[in-house]
């Protein structure tokens, strides 16, 4: 609270929660994430990928993953396509085979991570960010699943 004013200063406070979020990833997953204008963003490279697919895609892998006692990062980025956060074990960078409605996002580009808010609403999780929980699937497996569930969506 600005006592002079009276009024609050909510672009200091984001800024300091940004700050301190880049602090936990990093603490918390060892990821490697900044602060870019009002986001915070996690560039995506050989060691972590982005994949990015529909909504009802990303709903159902988590499902299946969930079935076998995985999970993966999924990013709910409002008014855009969900993005599956993968870490290959092989460390190749090359991608395996993906569905037509998968992609896989450049190496470079930047994914918002929450507490992010875009104009469209707050970047959420769906699942899986969390440092100490269920075992990940490797890339593999997860191309190997989604491929299976987009095929057996047609």
Not at 12 to 41: C, F, I, P, R
Not at 66 to 93: F, N, Q, Y
Request: hydrophobic share 40%.
């Amino acid at each position: 609270m600005d006592s002079e004013a009276g009024s609050y200063d909510f672009a200091d406070d984001t800024s300091n929660q940004l700050h301190h979020a880049v602090h936990q990833y990093l603490l918390e997953l060892g990821w490697t994430t900044k602060v870019h204008g009002s986001e915070l963003v996690l560039e995506l490279d050989n060691d972590i990928w982005g994949l990015q697919m529909p909504t009802e895609v990303a709903t159902q892998l988590l499902s299946e993953l969930a079935g076998r006692r995985l999970s993966c990062p999924v990013v709910d980025i409002p008014g855009r396509w969900k993005v599956v956060l993968v870490e290959p074990a092989d460390g190749t960078g090359s991608t395996p085979s993906l569905p037509a409605s998968v992609s896989r996002i450049s190496s470079g580009a930047w994914v918002p991570l929450p507490p992010t808010v875009t104009a469209r609403g707050p970047v959420r999780w769906m699942s899986g960010h969390e440092p100490h929980g269920v075992p990940r699937p490797s890339a593999a497996m997860i191309a190997e699943v989604l491929g299976r569930l987009v095929r057996w969506q047609h």
